[in-house]
C-alpha cells in the first residue's frame, strides 16, 4: 500500500442533475509527494474534479483512489476518504465557526476519536506548522483574513492528510501573507494539489501542472513549460500577470 500514489483518477465523467457534463474521461496520477498546480478558465470542471477527490460528488463513471482506497458511497469508507483529502476551501469563513482557532483545530481529530493529550499535540503540531500555535486561544473572526487560511489550513492538516487540495490558496491575500503561505506550504511534508488562477504562485510553488479545460485534461507536464507556451495558454483563457516572464532554469 505504501507505494501506491497520493491520488488516482481513472477516466472519471460526471454529469449534474442538468445533464451539464463538467468532467469527461479525466484520468490523473499524483505521486507522494508531489505538489501538483490543476489549472484551467473559469467553468473547466476543477471545482467539480475537487468534489469527487473527497466523495462530496460522485456517480458519475470512472473510479477516484486515494493511498490504494477508493472512493465509495459506503459510509466508514467515505469517512476514511475525507480524512485523507482535506480540502481547504477558498473562504476560510467555511472551514472556521467555533469560538476559538484551538477547538477549530480540533474539531476533526475530535471526530476521529481524539481526547485529551493526544488531541491538543494534534493541534499544536497542526498549528505549529503553519506558525498559528500563539493564536490558539484567540476568536477567528478577530483574525486577519491571512491568518484564518492559516488556521483553515491548520484543520485539515490536524488529521494528518495523504493529500491537501487547495482551492485558490493565494486569493486575497496582501504580497507579504502570499509569501508566507508560499513558505508554509513548500515546508509541509504532504502531497498537494493546488486549484489555481494565480500562475506565479503555480510556478513558484508547484512542479508539475496539469490544465483541465472543458472537462478534459489537456496539458500535463513541468509547470515552467506549460507557461513557457503563449499559444497553450491563450488556448485555455489562462494569462500570465502583465510584465511576469518565466525565468529561465
Ligand atoms: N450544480 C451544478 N449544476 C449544473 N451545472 C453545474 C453545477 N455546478 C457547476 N456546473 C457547471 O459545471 C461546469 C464546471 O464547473 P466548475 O465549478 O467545476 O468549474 P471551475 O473550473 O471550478 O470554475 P471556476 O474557475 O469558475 O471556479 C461549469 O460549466 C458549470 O456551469
Same mark, same amino acid.
Given at each position: 500500500?505504501?507505494?501506491?500514489?497520493? #491520488?488516482?483518477?481513472?477516466?472519471? !465523467?460526471?454529469?449534474?442533475?442538468?445533464?451539464?457534463?463538467?468532467?469527461?474521461?479525466?484520468?490523473?496520477? *499524483?505521486?507522494?509527494?508531489?505538489? *501538483?498546480?490543476?489549472?484551467?478558465?473559469?467553468?473547466?470542471?476543477?471545482?467539480?474534479?475537487? =468534489?469527487?477527490?473527497?466523495?462530496?460528488?460522485?456517480?458519475?463513471?470512472?473510479?477516484?483512489?486515494?493511498?490504494?482506497?477508493?472512493?465509495?458511497?459506503?459510509?466508514? !469508507? =467515505? !469517512?476514511?476518504? @475525507? @480524512? @485523507?483529502?482535506?480540502?481547504?476551501?477558498?473562504?476560510?469563513?467555511?472551514?472556521?465557526?467555533?469560538?476559538?482557532?484551538?477547538?477549530? $483545530?480540533?474539531?476533526?481529530?475530535?471526530? #476521529?476519536?481524539?481526547?485529551?493529550?493526544?488531541?491538543?499535540?494534534? $493541534?499544536?503540531?497542526?498549528?505549529?506548522? *503553519?506558525?498559528?500555535?500563539?493564536?490558539?486561544?484567540?476568536?477567528?473572526?478577530?483574525?486577519?483574513?491571512?491568518?484564518?487560511?492559516? $488556521?483553515?489550513?491548520?484543520?485539515? =492538516?490536524?488529521?494528518?492528510?495523504?493529500?491537501?487540495?487547495?482551492?485558490?490558496?493565494?486569493?486575497?491575500?496582501?504580497?507579504?501573507?502570499?509569501?508566507? #503561505?508560499?513558505?508554509?506550504? @513548500?515546508?509541509?511534508?504532504?502531497?498537494?494539489?493546488?486549484?489555481?488562477?494565480?500562475?506565479?504562485?503555480?510556478?513558484?510553488?508547484?512542479?508539475?501542472? $496539469?490544465?483541465?479545460?472543458?472537462?478534459?485534461?489537456?496539458?500535463?507536464?513541468? !509547470?515552467?513549460?506549460? #507557461?513557457?507556451?503563449?499559444?497553450? =495558454?491563450?488556448?485555455?483563457?489562462?494569462?500570465?500577470?502583465?510584465?511576469?516572464?518565466?525565468?529561465?532554469?
Amino acid at each position: 500500500m505504501s507505494d501506491a500514489p497520493s #491520488l488516482d483518477v481513472r477516466d472519471v !465523467t460526471y454529469a449534474y442533475p442538468d445533464g451539464h457534463r463538467a468532467l469527461d474521461g479525466v484520468t490523473l496520477t *499524483v505521486a507522494r509527494g508531489e505538489r *501538483v498546480a490543476l489549472l484551467g478558465p473559469n467553468g473547466a470542471g476543477k471545482t467539480t474534479l475537487v =468534489l469527487h477527490l473527497n466523495g462530496i460528488l460522485g456517480g458519475g463513471t470512472g473510479t477516484v483512489t486515494v493511498a490504494g482506497l477508493t472512493v465509495s458511497r459506503d459510509r466508514a !469508507t =467515505l !469517512t476514511e476518504i @475525507r @480524512r @485523507r483529502v482535506g480540502v481547504v476551501f477558498q473562504d476560510p469563513d467555511d472551514q472556521l465557526f467555533l469560538p476559538t482557532v484551538a477547538e477549530d $483545530v480540533a474539531f476533526g481529530p475530535a471526530n #476521529l476519536g481524539l481526547r485529551g493529550a493526544e488531541l491538543d499535540a494534534r $493541534v499544536d503540531e497542526a498549528l505549529d506548522a *503553519v506558525g498559528m500555535r500563539e493564536h490558539r486561544d484567540r476568536i477567528p473572526h478577530h483574525l486577519s483574513f491571512g491568518q484564518r487560511r492559516r $488556521v483553515a489550513v491548520a484543520t485539515v =492538516l490536524a488529521m494528518r492528510p495523504e493529500i491537501l487540495v487547495l482551492d485558490e490558496p493565494s486569493s486575497n491575500l496582501d504580497p507579504a501573507s502570499r509569501r508566507e #503561505l508560499a513558505d508554509i506550504l @513548500r515546508g509541509l511534508p504532504v502531497t498537494v494539489l493546488m486549484v489555481t488562477h494565480d500562475l506565479p504562485y503555480a510556478l513558484e510553488l508547484c512542479d508539475r501542472a $496539469v490544465i483541465l479545460d472543458a472537462g478534459r485534461i489537456t496539458a500535463d507536464g513541468p !509547470t515552467r513549460t506549460l #507557461l513557457a507556451d503563449p499559444e497553450l =495558454l491563450a488556448a485555455h483563457r489562462l494569462e500570465l500577470p502583465y510584465g511576469f516572464s518565466v525565468p529561465a532554469i
